[in-house]
């Protein structure tokens, strides 16, 4: 019997002894996270699926995990033995996680989840759903019954950010968060976003991997800030911060009693998309709620000219830790000794010699050759392939500075592409350039400009299955909203200021993966009689390998803006190099125009 079928094993004895036929164990933690501290990896534990996104159900008789496009590979790989059934969300046979459950249960049953993992609106919708269906939802931590080894939560001290990279003071930031609760007619509001969290008191740490974020809540109202941390991870000099900024701090858990103890009449606003409904549950049920959307969550997206100006810094220095590691590559991939976990080891070398540099955004994804194609790989020893002077290399990394966070994917052939590899790469960049190039009317949403990245590809029946743009923090989450580029719907408009990425892609299972990433900075374009007009300024700065481009396909205006971006890139990254780096960047650097003749 594998582990993790000894672990179902287990698993389905809580669920008999709790009289429940269904548990549903999410991958996230109480705070909505993507990247989550080890203590709250119950999913991975169950499963032994470790990608961001996915979410387990596991009856007395069966069991699946529902995860999107980026990961089917991978799940395939890491369910094997389990027992646990791949549901590919968004294929027409998949059926929808709850429907499933239903039609594996009967009238009067009950399913168990951990509170603490779902949003007010996730739980909500599923007990509508369920109760629709005669099956009672009730809230039991079962994963806690049976999971007796797992690690404790991190204890690591916090650290303030520097005003001087992030531009506003905590108080300043309680200021206009203050005003914002005041429009929403709330006395009040609980906080329980890391990133938010991180954001709206300047501290940061390294609670979870990539994002340096504080494991904490946090209660504001109009005369008071709370943060609810754990008292290790404090030091007398965050106290005495904390303290000049009107913060008072207490307890991590003592948040349930603070919402215990509201007022009557007080009103409090909850992000049902973020706050968790065990701390829902908290709150009197007298107590007025306004479920909206963070006003932290909107105020962070858009960057000030301190933060942007160090995206910037940033981006160049990691054009040049890029320079310096894709010469090594081509000086050494001849040698047969090149694994994609080792070149994903020289990245991180080069960037940690850089001024500022903190860690890695999110784990770097080094995939060669069929590897590429798996859209979220991540390499193990076991998967580790040796690199040679072949095939394709998709390489999709990025750098968490003090001046910003940096995420870029760049596709390069290690030798002669073929026909089809030039043909999918070039669709994959005309779709980027249309994106890069577009000027648009204020007020209008991402949704409305992912058909620009996709049309190339559509055009020859091609396609892919992943946003085509998510927002970045500034020393933040690699993944931030609420602002988006991708087909689903979402009514966050771009304002000028917001950091997004730029991504299609394309791939071709057991062949080759593509991608082509630079971060994109919202900026105004134009006013006419017809009103405000937005564009995007590409903030990435590191050629694109020009060794791919079928320029057959690439038209004059797309050839301008190639040449305009290596001319930038070039300008840019060669006061920060030596000679020999210049002259290898100049070569990559070179105009669509050399390719022809």
Same mark, same amino acid.
């Given at each position: 019997?594998?582990?993790?079928?000894?672990?179902?094993?287990?698993?389905?004895?809580?669920?008999?002894?709790?009289?429940?036929?269904?548990?549903?164990?999410?991958?996230?933690?109480?705070?909505?996270?993507?990247?989550?501290?080890?203590?709250?990896?119950?999913?991975?534990?169950?499963?032994?699926?470790?990608?961001?996104?996915?979410?387990?159900?596991?009856?007395?008789?069966?069991?699946?995990?529902?995860?999107?496009?980026?990961?089917?590979?991978?799940?395939?790989?890491?369910?094997?033995?389990?027992?646990?059934?791949?549901?590919?969300?968004?294929?027409?046979?998949?059926?929808?996680?709850?429907?499933?459950?239903?039609?594996?249960?009967?009238?009067?049953?009950?399913?168990?989840?951990?509170?603490?993992?779902?949003?007010?609106?996730?739980?909500?919708?599923?007990?509508?759903?369920?109760?629709?269906?005669?099956?009672?939802?009730?809230?039991?931590?079962?994963?806690?019954?049976?999971?007796?080894?797992?690690?404790?939560?991190?204890?690591?001290?916090?650290?303030?950010?520097? !005003?001087?990279?992030?531009?506003?003071?905590?108080?300043?930031?309680?200021?206009?968060?203050?005003?914002?609760?005041?429009?929403?007619?709330?006395?009040?509001?609980?906080?329980?976003?890391?990133?938010?969290?991180?954001?709206?008191?300047?501290?940061?740490?390294?609670?979870?991997?990539?994002?340096?974020?504080?494991?904490?809540?946090?209660?504001?109202?109009?005369?008071?800030?709370?943060?609810?941390?754990?008292?290790?991870?404090?030091?007398?000099?965050?106290?005495?911060?904390?303290?000049?900024?009107?913060?008072?701090?207490?307890?991590?858990?003592?948040?349930?009693?603070?919402?215990?103890?509201?007022?009557?009449?007080?009103?409090?606003?909850?992000?049902?998309?973020?706050?968790?409904?065990?701390?829902?549950?908290?709150?009197?049920?007298?107590?007025?709620?306004?479920?909206?959307?963070?006003?932290?969550?909107?105020?962070?997206?858009?960057?000030?000219?301190?933060?942007?100006?160090?995206?910037?810094?940033?981006?160049?220095?990691?054009?040049?830790?890029? !320079?310096?590691?894709?010469?090594?590559?081509?000086?050494?991939?001849?040698?047969?000794?090149?694994?994609?976990?080792?070149?994903?080891?020289?990245?991180?070398?080069?960037?940690?010699?850089?001024?500022?540099?903190?860690?890695?955004?999110?784990?770097?994804?080094?995939?060669?050759?069929?590897?590429?194609?798996?859209?979220?790989?991540?390499?193990?020893?076991?998967?580790?392939?040796?690199?040679?002077?072949?095939?394709?290399?998709?390489?999709?990394?990025?750098?968490?500075?003090?001046?910003?966070?940096?995420?870029?994917?760049? !596709?390069?052939?290690?030798?002669?592409?073929?026909?089809?590899?030039?043909?999918?790469?070039?669709?994959?960049?005309?779709?980027?350039?249309?994106?890069?190039?577009?000027?648009?009317?204020?007020?209008?949403?991402?949704?409305?400009?992912?058909?620009?990245?996709?049309?190339?590809?559509?055009?020859?029946?091609?396609?892919?299955?992943?946003?085509?743009?998510?927002?970045?923090?500034?020393?933040?989450?690699?993944?931030?909203?609420?602002?988006?580029?991708?087909?689903?719907?979402?009514?966050?408009?771009?304002?000028?200021?917001?950091?997004?990425?730029?991504?299609?892609?394309?791939?071709?299972?057991?062949?080759?993966?593509?991608?082509?990433?630079?971060?994109?900075?919202?900026?105004?374009?134009?006013?006419?009689?017809?009103?405000?007009?937005?564009?995007?300024?590409?903030?990435?700065?590191?050629?694109?390998?020009?060794?791919?481009?079928?320029?057959?396909?690439?038209?004059?205006?797309?050839?301008?803006?190639?040449?305009?971006?290596?001319?930038?890139?070039?300008?840019?990254?060669?006061?920060?190099?030596?000679?020999?780096?210049?002259?290898?960047?100049?070569?990559?650097?070179?105009?669509?125009?050399?390719?022809?003749?």
């Amino acid at each position: 019997m594998t582990q993790q079928k000894q672990r179902i094993e287990k698993l389905h004895q809580a669920m008999k002894h709790a009289g429940v036929s269904a548990c549903i164990v999410p991958g996230t933690d109480p705070h909505a996270s993507e990247y989550i501290a080890d203590y709250w990896k119950e999913r991975e534990w169950i499963s032994g699926f470790d990608g961001s996104a996915g979410t387990v159900a596991l009856t007395l008789e069966n069991g699946g995990l529902w995860t999107d496009s980026r990961y089917f590979l991978q799940g395939e790989e890491q369910l094997a033995g389990s027992g646990i059934e791949l549901m590919k969300q968004g294929l027409p046979e998949t059926p929808e996680m709850i429907a499933w459950i239903c039609s594996q249960l009967k009238g009067g049953e009950r399913v168990a989840v951990n509170a603490q993992m779902f949003s007010v609106n996730s739980f909500a919708a599923m007990q509508n759903e369920f109760t629709a269906n005669g099956i009672q939802l009730v809230s039991l931590d079962l994963i806690a019954e049976v999971w007796i080894d797992r690690p404790s939560l991190p204890e690591n001290p916090f650290y303030i950010f520097d !005003t001087k990279y992030n531009g506003q003071s905590a108080s300043e930031k309680l200021t206009v968060l203050r005003a914002q609760l005041s429009k929403s007619n709330a006395d009040m509001m609980v906080v329980s976003a890391l990133d938010d969290i991180a954001w709206l008191y300047n501290i940061r740490s390294n609670d979870v991997a990539y994002n340096p974020v504080v494991i904490a809540y946090s209660l504001v109202s109009n005369s008071k800030a709370t943060l609810y941390i754990d008292a290790e991870k404090l030091t007398s000099d965050t106290k005495q911060y904390l303290e000049t900024q009107g913060i008072e701090t207490a307890p991590y858990l003592a948040i349930y009693d603070a919402l215990k103890a509201i007022p009557y009449g007080k009103s409090i606003l909850i992000d049902g998309a973020k706050l968790n409904q065990s701390l829902n549950e908290a709150i009197p049920t007298i107590t007025p709620r306004r479920n909206l959307m963070s006003p932290i969550f909107k105020l962070k997206s858009i960057k000030n000219e301190t933060e942007v100006a160090g995206i910037r810094w940033a981006m160049t220095k990691d054009g040049v830790a890029l !320079t310096r590691f894709f010469m090594w590559l081509e000086e050494n991939v001849k040698t047969g000794k090149l694994t994609e976990l080792s070149i994903s080891q020289k990245l991180y070398d080069f960037r940690h010699a850089q001024e500022n540099f903190v860690g890695e955004s999110f784990g770097t994804i080094a995939g060669y050759k069929a590897h590429g194609a798996i859209v979220h790989y991540k390499a193990t020893e076991k998967s580790d392939a040796t690199i040679k002077p072949e095939g394709i290399l998709l390489l999709d990394s990025g750098g968490q500075y003090l001046d910003g966070t940096t995420d870029i994917t760049r !596709t390069i052939t290690l030798s002669d592409a073929t026909r089809e590899e030039k043909s999918d790469f070039t669709l994959v960049l005309k779709g980027h350039i249309a994106l890069a190039k577009a000027i648009f009317p204020y007020g209008t949403r991402g949704s409305q400009l992912d058909i620009l990245a996709r049309k190339a590809l559509w055009d020859m029946g091609l396609n892919y299955g992943h946003g085509t743009g998510h927002g970045v923090g500034h020393f933040l989450n690699v993944h931030e909203g609420p602002q988006s580029i991708r087909m689903d719907e979402n009514a966050t408009i771009l304002h000028p200021g917001m950091i997004i990425s730029n991504e299609p892609g394309m791939y071709r299972t057991d062949k080759h993966g593509i991608r082509i990433e630079n971060l994109v900075h919202v900026i105004p374009a134009v006013s006419t009689e017809f009103g405000d007009f937005l564009e995007f300024e590409t903030l990435t700065l590191f050629p694109i390998d020009r060794n791919l481009i079928e320029i057959m396909l690439i038209n004059e205006e797309e050839s301008e803006w190639i040449d305009d971006y290596h001319r930038k890139v070039f300008e840019t990254l060669a006061p920060h190099l030596t000679n020999e780096e210049q002259d290898w960047l100049k070569e990559k650097c070179k105009s669509i125009y050399d390719l022809i003749f």
